[in-house]
């Protein structure tokens, strides 16, 4: 026998929505993405859970972008965020280069035909093996530490190809109230600062040429006066290491950091200081660095507010009074929206029920995943239309971050499947 419902009294006003969910229309009740209606999405999918991307909105983000920042900053994207091959495509397309992090990455960058000198390899512990086909393959190397320089060097004369080499520097500074910080104080990523000088003059006695710099200081940061604040620092620290370069700058990578607004309270980055500060400080900077090609690489902010997670309830239960939708996504697909990449206090991601965006009879619900853990939480005592077994629930925010982020083999369950729209 079915569960009784434990509903609120039917809520006379609508209940204040994220920003995420505008971004998506309603027509007749139910969630549309790229113009399609996600109950008939979900028939075209044939299975749940998935992800589905809307290259729509992540065209239009794009465009806001460039209408926002100096038109002389390259916009390269990170692939991290969200490296799904179509994806990835789409935005090779709309962005001046990719950013990858591993040998998968950077397959999956080549695959679009991106030119390989747009395409940059970062990260902490590249083996020789993703050096050698990073070299081979002549994409920029950001070298993070002096093992990295003398394998290039080594990679190079053995390959008979001069590698493409830029330096990630651990600035002496992070990027204020971000999600992640990664620059500023002791770090596995890039090379401190203070070290550059050295290892610069090391590389130019292996034979190598230095391109310029990274300078990457956090991640997702909802403060544009933070940013504004980080860029100006990363200027300072880039002419403070071109002194420092026997050769002229050519590439310099002021990182990104643009975040997007997950939890309630949470407002949108304001892109126009941002914008603002680049286009005082660009002229100055390529008057010092004449031969330089500025670039921000960005993630989340392209991709994250373009995708959403769907799942399916499969069993409605209540638990002393306390009513769960049991559905079958959970963790394994999605660990960000359950609290456990990177969160210090759970709190729960936009979340709503696909079909029944306009439904005024409400309940408070937690939803929960088929993991035999109760970590497996999509949303806890959220206000939600009253569900039933065959809806389908919705994450917002999920378009980063979200599968190739998440433990998949947990449990054993089956994947996830991701459509771009
Ligand atoms: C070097 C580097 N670049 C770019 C990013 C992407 O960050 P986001 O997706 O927040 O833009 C990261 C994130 O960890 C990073 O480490």
């Known amino acids: 026998m079915k569960a009784p419902l434990n509903m609120t009294s039917p809520s006379p006003a609508a209940k204040p929505v994220h920003a995420a969910q505008t971004l998506f229309p309603i027509v007749d009740n139910c969630l549309q993405v790229g113009g399609i209606p996600l109950t008939r999405l979900a ?6 859970p998935f992800y589905a991307y809307d290259r729509g909105l992540v065209t239009q983000r794009v465009r806001e972008l460039r209408a926002a920042l100096p038109a002389q900053l390259e916009l390269h994207y990170s692939i991290k965020a969200n ?13 001046d280069g990719l950013d990858v992090a591993s040998g998968g990455e950077l397959k999956v960058a080549l695959d679009t035909g991106m030119a390989p000198e747009r395409i940059s390899f970062a990260g902490p512990g590249k083996s020789e093996a993703e050096l050698a086909q990073a070299v081979a393959a002549g994409a920029c190397v950001h070298a993070e530490s002096e093992r990295e320089i003398r394998l290039l060097a080594q990679l190079g004369e053995r390959l008979g190809i001069a590698p493409r080499l830029v330096l990630r520097i651990n600035p002496d500074f992070e990027l204020k109230g971000s999600g992640m910080r990664m620059g500023g104080g002791a770090k596995q990523f890039g090379i401190d600062a203070e070290d550059a000088p050295r290892l610069l003059a090391l590389a130019g006695t292996l034979g190598l040429e230095v391109l310029g710099f990274h300078i990457f200081s956090g991640s997702q940061s909802l403060k544009a006066a ?3 604040e980080a860029q100006a620092q990363t200027f300072e620290l880039a002419l403070r290491l071109a002194e420092a370069s026997p050769s002229p700058v050519r590439m310099l990578n002021i990182g990104g ?3 997007i607004p997950y939890f309630p309270g949470e407002a949108r980055l304001e892109l126009a200081p941002i914008g603002d500060a680049l286009s005082a400080a660009l002229p100055r900077m390529q008057a010092a660095l004449p031969q330089a090609a500025f670039s921000i690489e960005l993630g989340r902010y392209l991709v994250g507010e373009a995708g959403i997670y769907v799942a399916r309830v499969i069993d409605r239960k209540v638990s002393r009074g306390q009513v769960f939708l ?34 005024t009879q409400r309940e408070a619900v937690s939803v929960v995943g088929p993991l035999c853990t109760p970590l497996d939480l999509l949303a806890e005592r959220m206000d939600l239309p009253a569900a039933e077994v065959g809806d389908l629930v919705v ?21 996830a499947s991701e459509v771009l729209v």
């Open 226 to 228: 933070a940013i504004v």
């Open 395 to 415: 994450v917002f925010q999920s378009g980063a971050y979200g599968l190739s982020a998440s433990p998949g083999g947990f449990l054993s369950h089956p994947g």
């Open 326 to 359: 049991v559905t079958d996504g959970g963790l394994h697909h999605h660990l960000a929206a359950s609290g456990n990449f990177g969160q210090v206090i759970r709190k729960n991601y936009p979340v709503a029920i696909g079909n029944r965006m306009e439904a």
């Open 83 to 95: 490296p799904m091959p179509a994806l990835v495509q789409h935005l090779a397309g709309l962005v």
């Open 43 to 48: 028939q075209r999918v044939g299975s749940t």
């Open 257 to 259: 950091g643009f975040g």
